[in-house]
């Protein structure tokens, strides 16, 4: 690290680090007091899980989550950006024809798939989609709040729904919210009408 210290600024003592025990001691002496973070991996876990680094649950690895909930998370390297869908952060083309366009252009690797596969699919090659990723695995979230994050302070977001709340895929619910992605804004629209003003109650 020593060829690094003058060209980044660094103090020269950082040379003398050996281990990740070291670095960390020294980032804390160095690091700005007005941004609040974890120290070190641990901190992390014991903060996303909510029990004391001494916890033995720690050593083991994860804990497992209560019997009546489960958790996700999700890591985002900007903490100011929204928990919003890649469908909805964009305003070029309207969800209706982004989903159109995908299940033409793949057309015989889609077939026999349901709506809500073909959203996975894309959500996994990186298309528009109104799906949003999580993860049960806080590293894995913990890697994408740092991933390509040089100057910006990320953040894991912590879900705790239910087990009762958690959806599957041959659910009711999730047909209908994915079979929206096909639905033109108009009709969109129109059943949201339908919907909150009542005509849809039994």
Not at 36 to 56: K, M
Not at 138 to 166: H, M, R, W
Request: proline share 2%.
């Amino acid at each position: 690290l020593s060829k690094y210290a003058p060209k980044y600024g660094l103090k020269k003592d950082i040379a003398e680090i050996r281990n990740l025990s070291d670095y960390l001691q020294w980032l804390k002496e160095k690091k700005d007091s007005s941004q609040i973070g974890p120290e070190s991996l641990e901190n992390f876990l014991a903060n996303i899980l909510e029990c004391s680094p001494e916890n033995s649950q720690i050593q083991k690895g994860i804990a497992e989550g209560k019997k009546s909930s489960r958790c996700f998370f999700r890591g985002h390297s900007k903490i100011n950006y929204e928990l919003k869908s890649s469908v909805r952060r964009q305003n070029e083309y309207s969800e209706e024809i982004l989903f159109k366009k995908f299940d033409a252009q793949f057309y015989k690797e889609l077939r026999g798939k349901s709506i809500f596969e073909k959203l996975a699919i894309m959500q996994h090659h990186e298309y528009y989609s109104r799906l949003l990723d999580i993860t049960e695995n806080p590293l894995v979230a913990l890697y994408f709040a740092c991933k390509g994050n040089q100057d910006a302070i990320g953040i894991v977001y912590k879900f705790t729904p239910e087990i009762s709340e958690v959806l599957f895929e041959n659910d009711d619910e999730i047909k209908i919210l994915s079979a929206l992605a096909i639905l033109k804004q108009e009709n969109k629209n129109k059943l949201f009408h339908l919907v909150t003003n009542g005509v849809c109650e039994s």
